[in-house]
C-alpha cells in the first residue's frame, strides 16, 4: 500500500507487467513504422516515464517532442486544457504517434490531435498506456492500448494525485474508504 497526502493507493499494475507491455507495443510501432518517418510527441507531465522507457525499445529511426497540458485538479479531471508548452518541431507530411499515460475522458485527447492535425501529419495515432474506456467521451480513442482499466483513479509510472506518486514503477490504485 502507498500513502499520498490524505488517500491511500493499493497495487493495481506490476513494473514487470508494464515492461512487458511497453515492450510489445514498441514491437509493434517497430513493424508498422518500418522505413517510415516518425515523430513521437509525448504530453508531459505524466507520460514521461512511458515516453522513456518505450524509446529504450524503439529499433527505428525517429524523433521525439514533448507538449505540456494538464487538465487535472486533485483526483478529477477539470474540464478544460491548458497547454503550457507547444510543439517546437516540424510535423508536416511525418507519421506522428501520441504518447499518452492515460486517456480517460478524452478531452485532453480531442485538442491535441486537433491541434497536431492542423499540421497535416502523414498520419497521427495515440498510443497510451492506459484508457478508461467506461470515462471516455472523446472522438480520437487510442489506436495503441497498453491496458484498459475502469474507471477508477490511479498513481505511479508517471501519474499522480497532486503531484506525488508519479515516481513509483508500478501503478497504484486509489483505496475508497
Avoid: W
Amino acid at each position: 500500500m502507498v500513502q499520498i497526502h490524505d488517500k491511500s493507493f493499493g497495487p493495481y499494475i506490476s513494473a514487470d507487467e508494464i515492461r512487458q507491455k511497453v515492450q510489445e507495443l514498441a514491437n509493434q510501432i517497430n513493424k508498422e513504422y518500418e522505413g517510415k518517418e516518425l515523430i513521437f510527441i509525448s504530453i508531459l507531465n505524466g507520460s514521461f516515464m512511458f515516453a522513456a522507457d518505450l524509446m529504450k525499445c524503439i529499433t527505428i529511426p525517429c524523433e521525439i517532442s514533448f507538449v505540456k497540458v494538464s487538465s487535472y485538479q486533485g483526483t478529477n479531471t477539470s474540464g478544460r486544457v491548458d497547454e503550457l508548452i507547444g510543439l517546437n518541431t516540424t510535423i508536416d507530411h511525418k507519421h506522428i504517434i501520441i504518447l499518452e499515460d492515460i486517456v480517460d475522458t478524452g478531452i485532453t485527447m480531442n485538442k491535441i490531435f486537433n491541434y497536431l492535425s492542423s499540421f497535416e501529419p502523414a498520419s497521427l495515432k495515440i498510443a497510451s498506456l492506459l484508457y478508461k474506456p467506461d470515462a471516455f467521451e472523446g472522438k480520437h480513442k487510442p489506436d495503441l492500448v497498453g491496458f484498459s482499466i475502469p474507471n477508477a483513479f490511479v498513481i505511479g509510472y508517471g501519474l499522480d494525485y497532486n503531484e506525488h506518486g508519479r515516481n513509483y514503477d508500478a501503478i497504484y490504485k486509489l483505496i475508497e474508504n
